[in-house]
């Protein structure tokens, strides 16, 4: 008689290790990962992985059936080592001019917002999330009353990107009139704060092979965390954006508390020494515009003598406000008087059109949709 075996039931004990993802590795982490799974034999290791490389981020596949220079064998060997599945896309909305706007899903309790800004850099940037939440608590942004649930991964940074690329229909990497031109760290999170992820994460998007953005059109913004600086540099050649908002002390530590442990002298003495800083690569200070805060002549006047001497470009942005925030944005004539004093020193169009406000997309507005239906149930709660 044979012996019947009973495979309705998982056996007992810890379930698989998810087959890791090809989207967040590094060409060399992907020639390791590709030899440690047995798929191809180290002297053979770095045209395969060139291959896969191509296949995953120039061409965007999905699906290792699709990559037919490889052979059948290999690409089930790869299938079951790895996986190219996209993560779950909750929500998309699109704005009236245009702004398109995803909250996608990686993990349970891990939604990231990305954004998708047309007619910004040199064609449509994105706006990526470095964190779920964040530690900094700048008191006129939405993302910072939501605590820190954890940082990306380098996968899940990119996978934004990806995200992004398909809605666009831009595989394979187009070589010119892209949309998506240039990406923005401005999304939720410090990403100073995760730079071991972010820098692996521009290493894939900066990829001559892959989605081809080049560094010169990658910025990362921070808050200030000075003892970064040099490492994000050294390590992306990166664009930098700092966010200013205030050009004393007292007012910095109230909008962005962090200044509190990197004041704005030490703050200005790190972007000096920020590698490749020139005229061809300036720093472009944010300063978001609150009324009766920061939005005086004399602030603007004062920001101007702060900034001497320092290749630098500036950004005003409208304060963009959110339920329940405690700021009010800058009167327009309040903007324009503030720009003109920058006109004057030198700055050219430095306000910042607002975009996707109808879809609370625009900058600081970025909170996980899990979070503010939490909140939601709480105010409910709490009215009954
Ligand atoms: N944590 C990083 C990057 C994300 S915030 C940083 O602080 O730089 C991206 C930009 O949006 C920052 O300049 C931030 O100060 C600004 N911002 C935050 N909330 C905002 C709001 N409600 N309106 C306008 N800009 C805001
Ligand atoms: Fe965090 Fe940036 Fe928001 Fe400050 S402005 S709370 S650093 S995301």
């Given at each position: 008689m044979g012996v019947t075996l009973d495979l309705s039931r998982a056996p007992a004990g810890p379930a698989p290790a998810p087959r890791p993802n090809i989207t967040g590795m590094t060409r060399d982490e992907l020639r390791a990962a590709i030899v440690t799974a047995g798929v191809a034999p180290p002297e053979k290791a770095r045209m395969r992985a060139s291959q896969v490389w191509r296949w995953v981020h120039?061409?965007?596949?999905?699906?290792?059936?699709?990559?037919?220079?490889?052979?059948k064998e290999t690409r089930a060997a790869l299938a079951d080592a790895f996986s190219l599945a996209r993560p779950e896309i909750v929500e998309r909305q699109v704005s009236k001019d245009g702004t398109r706007k995803w909250l996608i899903r990686t993990a349970p309790g891990i939604e990231i917002e990305t954004v998708y800004i047309p007619d910004v850099g040199r064609s449509g940037a994105l706006c990526v999330s470095?964190?779920?939440?964040?530690?900094?608590?700048?008191?006129?942004?939405?993302?910072?009353?939501q605590a820190l649930v954890r940082n990306l991964t380098a996968a899940e940074i990119v996978a934004q990107v990806q995200v992004a690329r398909d809605d666009l229909g831009e595989w394979p990497s187009p070589k010119e009139d892209r949309r998506l031109s240039n990406i923005v760290?401005?999304?939720?999170?410090?990403p100073l704060y995760n730079l071991d992820n972010v820098a692996a994460a521009i290493d894939v998007i900066a990829d001559n092979e892959g989605i081809a953005i080049s560094r010169r059109r990658i910025t990362v913004s921070t808050s200030g965390v000075v003892p970064e600086l040099k490492g994000l540099g050294e390590r992306t050649q990166a664009m930098l954006a700092i966010?200013?908002?205030?050009?004393?002390d007292a007012l910095r530590e109230e909008l962005v508390p962090l200044n509190k442990k990197y004041p704005i002298a030490e703050l200005m003495a790190g972007i000096r020494a920020?590698?490749?800083?020139?005229n061809a690569k300036r720093v472009t200070f944010e300063y978001v515009m609150l009324k009766g805060v920061n939005d005086t002549p004399a602030e603007a006047k004062a920001l101007v003598k702060l900034l001497a001497g320092i290749p630098s470009k500036i950004n005003l942005i409208p304060f963009n406000p959110w339920p329940g925030s405690n700021y009010e944005c800058s009167d327009w004539p309040a903007i324009e008087a503030f720009a003109a004093v920058l006109n004057r020193a030198?700055?050219?169009?430095?306000i910042r059109t607002p975009r996707g406000r109808d879809i609370l997309a625009a900058c600081g507005q970025l909170k996980s949709e899990s979070e503010k239906v939490r909140a939601s149930v709480r105010r409910k709660a709490a009215a009954s």
């Open positions: 120039h061409y965007g596949v999905t699906d290792f059936g699709a990559m037919t220079d490889v052979a470095s964190q779920v939440g964040c530690t900094l608590n700048c008191t006129f942004c939405h993302t910072g009353t760290f401005m999304g939720m999170g410090e966010s200013l908002h205030a050009t004393n920020y590698p490749g800083l020139s030198g700055y050219a169009s430095p």
